[in-house]
Structure formats: C-alpha cells, structure tokens
C-alpha cells in the first residue's frame, strides 16, 4: 500500500475519490503491458493471427521455440532459408492427403532451411502452410518484435 493504493507485478491501482469515487487508477510502471493478446498454440492461429494483423500475438507450447528460431535468424540466411522453404512449403501444399512423392520432395528441398533453423523448420513449414506461402513468415520477421519472453511464452508487438 502506498498512498492508498497498491502494487502488483508491474501495475499500480489507487481508488479515486470524491465525483469519481467508483473507479480506480491504473498507472503501468516499467515494461510496456500488453492489454488484449491473441493467444496462439498452433501453427493455424499463429499465421491468422499474423495475417489479421494482430497488434499483440502471445505464442505458447512448442510453437513458441520455432518461432524465437525464426526470429533469430539473420538476414543473409534468412534469405537461403526463405527460398527452400517457399518450395517445401509448395509442395506439401498441394501434396495428396496421405503424403507421397510432393510432400517426401518437399521435405527434402527444405534441407537448406533445416540446416539453418534445425528443428525449427518444421513449425517454419506448418505456418507457411497454414497461412498459403511464406509471406507470413517475412511479416513475423518484419514487423514484429518480442516484447516479452519466458518458459512458458513469448508475446509479440506488432512495429
């Protein structure tokens, strides 16, 4: 308690007095707080999320460590990895349902990616897919930055 009011986590609340007795003050202290966050744990809600623009994307589960691999990767092999993965991601795509030939040379032509993301090409791949072709992936790269990041999750901004 201080002043009235009080402290919790990173937010600060103070019931107002007098006309506006009913409602309270909330002042953020430190890091910026994110209020509504699109929650993610597939590869599906995360690429509708990108492709809706979401303001703030929280990402939990597995997911979460392939997309801080995307993140940190750098530009130059971003660039090698953005062309296997355009292909791999066109032929899963259209591969049959039970797999076969499209999909097994998908799969190889993302050799380059996985050299670079490692496991993380799967999720690379799965969001690629979801979201019909990797301009998904560039906009996670571009125009998002991490805010926040724990064991559990990451949350990101939109720039």
């Not at 994307?57 to 990767?73: F, M, Q, S, W, Y």
């Amino acid at each position: 308690m201080t002043n009235g009011g009080f402290r919790d986590n990173m937010m600060w609340y103070h019931s107002l007095q007098g006309k506006y007795s009913g409602l309270s003050l909330v002042i953020f202290c430190g890091k910026e707080e994110p209020q509504m966050s699109r929650v993610c744990r597939t590869a599906k809600e995360f690429a509708e999320a990108v492709k809706n623009n979401e303001e703030y994307i929280t990402i939990e589960g597995d997911l979460k460590n392939g997309v801080l691999r995307i993140k940190a990767t750098g530009k130059v092999a971003w660039g090698v990895c953005v062309a296997s993965l355009a292909v791999a991601i066109a032929a899963v795509a259209v591969a049959p349902v039970g797999g076969g030939a499209p999909a097994g040379a998908g799969l190889v032509m993302a050799t380059p990616a996985a050299a670079t993301l490692g496991a993380a090409v799967i999720p690379a791949i799965a969001i690629g897919v979801c979201a019909g072709g990797v301009g998904v992936l560039n906009t996670l790269r571009d125009k998002y930055k991490i805010v926040e990041k724990t064991d559990t999750y990451i949350t990101l901004k939109r720039k």
